[in-house]
């Protein structure tokens, strides 16, 4: 991230724009697991940083990560073939195993009128550890039983939900 604002810096500098591309063995994001095999590309538009896109393997699964400023807000999205192991990254500690993730989101406004609205879906997915009742509510049916003892938890097709975040209380 100095680097690319080293860039920022040097492409305000020339007064136009830049694009850097490059590949990493290995890329860590906050508490994500190392995203590998890492192809990355970054472009400033010789104002600001307005746009990076990161695509790598977590786990030997897929994940795309992009970045985009405009004008008006900033918009950010991640895409993995592994949802259990991305969430957790993030600190979500559901006992999420495997799955789709998509998480798109759009920052708007500045400091205490900051807003971020962010989607999120999960297809296809396992929750292990669930709770007793969601557990005799699915061992009802008898595919689901098996799944539950053999230890795979409960199967979901498709999970959605929507976070309204503000720096408002």
């Given at each position: 991230?100095?680097?690319?604002?080293?860039?920022?810096?040097?492409?305000?500098?020339?007064?136009?724009?830049?694009?850097?591309?490059?590949?990493?063995?290995?890329?860590?994001?906050?508490?994500?697991?190392?995203?590998?095999?890492?192809?990355?590309?970054?472009?400033?538009?010789?104002?600001?940083?307005?746009?990076?896109?990161?695509n790598g393997q977590i786990g030997g699964e897929p994940i795309s990560i992009s970045y985009k400023v405009d004008d008006n807000a900033k918009h950010f999205e991640i895409r993995?073939?592994?949802?259990?192991?991305?969430?957790?990254?993030?600190?979500?500690?559901?006992?999420?195993?495997?799955?789709?993730?998509?998480?798109?989101?759009?920052?708007?406004?500045?400091?205490?009128?900051?807003?971020?609205?962010?989607?999120?879906?999960?297809?296809?997915?396992?929750?292990?550890?669930?709770?007793?009742?969601?557990?005799?509510?699915?061992?009802?049916?008898?595919?689901?039983?098996?799944?539950?003892?053999?230890?795979?938890?409960?199967?979901?097709?498709?999970?959605?939900?929507?976070?309204?975040?503000?720096?408002?209380?």
């Amino acid at each position: 991230v100095d680097e690319a604002a080293d860039s920022q810096r040097a492409a305000k500098r020339a007064g136009g724009p830049i694009s850097i591309n490059a590949h990493f063995d290995e890329v860590l994001i906050a508490a994500l697991p190392p995203i590998t095999n890492a192809v990355m590309n970054l472009r400033d538009n010789g104002v600001r940083l307005a746009n990076i896109q990161l695509n790598g393997q977590i786990g030997g699964e897929p994940i795309s990560i992009s970045y985009k400023v405009d004008d008006n807000a900033k918009h950010f999205e991640i895409r993995a073939e592994d949802a259990g192991r991305v969430l957790r990254g993030f600190g979500i500690q559901a006992s999420i195993n495997g799955g789709q993730l998509v998480i798109t989101g759009t920052t708007t406004g500045t400091g205490a009128n900051e807003h971020t609205l962010i989607d999120l879906s999960v297809w296809n997915f396992g929750l292990t550890r669930a709770p007793v009742l969601a557990q005799v509510l699915n061992a009802a049916f008898l595919p689901a039983l098996v799944d539950i003892l053999r230890g795979n938890g409960i199967r979901f097709k498709r999970l959605t939900a929507t976070i309204d975040v503000t720096k408002k209380r």
